[in-house]
């Protein structure tokens, strides 16, 4: 009892002192734009929370200890009593002192968040300006137009910053992909990773009324982060080709958006475009049924077979072919129009080339 006694003592002068120490944060008058002293004495609150919890896991211990004591003689057991009747104060101090630092700790918090906040939008404003001066000094870099027209001037601003082109472009360029097939017991199934595939743009159409071909069309374009990686790569070459030439820099402005785009196209082939391939399908399938699904990159299609009428019955001897009638797997590869690619196509349709000029390998014929 006695050495609980003295622990109480000790801890009456510790959580004294604590409770001087809320007194004194809460009196502190902190500037509220100063993110370094909000967050020492936020600390400092912490650090004063910490102790008033170890203070109450101590003085809960005490308690547990003198409860659990008996054959106690008179004297210890009025000890005992005056020391829990000590402890349950101590206890209401430290509530009142951990209310006092949790008020402070939020008032603390919602401070430096503020601050945060507004050097974040101070920041933002800040590169913003920068972006602003870089391309007004790469704009007084380029090399003077002739005195011309206020398209003249457009065009030298657009060359900084040519916009990406639309879905009606990218159709314009053929992605080929490699399809895997699979036959199972009950089900036909064909599978290609083509990341990045735009659903809307997915179609499936039977090739005639008895359901023989099945053609499967699709769109990739780039995503927001790969269409700004490409328009700056386009932009710093656009750059030093006014540099290098200024007359080449002219024309090229004379058909910005042209430029633009082909550039796009150029870094872009191989990676995106439109798809289309043709499938001769065996003669069991439900062509009703056919079914497509889109999962992490993966295009999933199924093509379920027809249910036998006798379970005993033979199969028709149909095994699934290649299009074009080769023996084989059941894919096929044909590009929509049947010819193959045509090999390096060398300049742009507006006579020239960013990137070395384009294959017509990637380029759909001209409907």
Known sequence: VQRVKQHQDDLSKEILDLRRTASALAQRDVPEGEAEKLKAELDAVDTARKRAVNFGEDLVEDLLLLDNLSGLSPEDRSTRKATISGIEGLLQDLDSAKSRLAGLH????????????????????????????????????????????????????????????????????????????????????????????????????????????????????????????????????????????????????????????????????????R????????????????????RDGVLRIVLPKLLRAHPGAQRSGHQPTRYGGASGRFLGSRRADGSPGLGSAGAAPWGGSLFGGHDDFYRWPSR
């Open 275 to 294: 798809f289309s391939e043709t499938f001769r399908m065996p003669e069991d399938v439900d062509v009703d049924s056919i079914d497509a699904s889109y």
């Open 106 to 273: 939020n008032q603390l918090e919602g401070k430096l968040k503020g601050v945060e906040v507004q050097h974040a939008a101070e920041e933002a404003a800040q590169e913003k300006a920068r972006r602003a001066e870089r391309a007004e000094k790469a704009a007084a870099a380029l090399p003077r137009l002739p005195p011309t027209t206020q398209e003249g001037r457009e065009a030298a601003k657009t060359a900084l910053e040519p916009p990406p082109p639309g879905k009606e472009v990218w159709s314009q360029v053929r992605l080929p992909l490699r399809f895997h097939s699979s036959e199972e017991p009950d089900q036909y199934t064909i599978l290609a990773t083509v990341p990045g595939l735009d659903l809307e743009e997915l179609k499936l159409e039977l090739g005639d009324e008895q359901g023989s071909t099945l053609q499967v069309q699709g769109l990739r374009v780039p995503s927001p982060q790969e269409a700004a990686s490409m328009r700056r790569k386009i932009a710093l070459k656009i750059q030093q080709i006014a540099k290098n030439s200024p007359e080449q820099f002219s024309r090229l402005c004379a058909s910005i958006s042209q430029v633009a785009a082909d550039g796009y196209l150029e870094l872009g082939q191989g990676e995106f475009g």
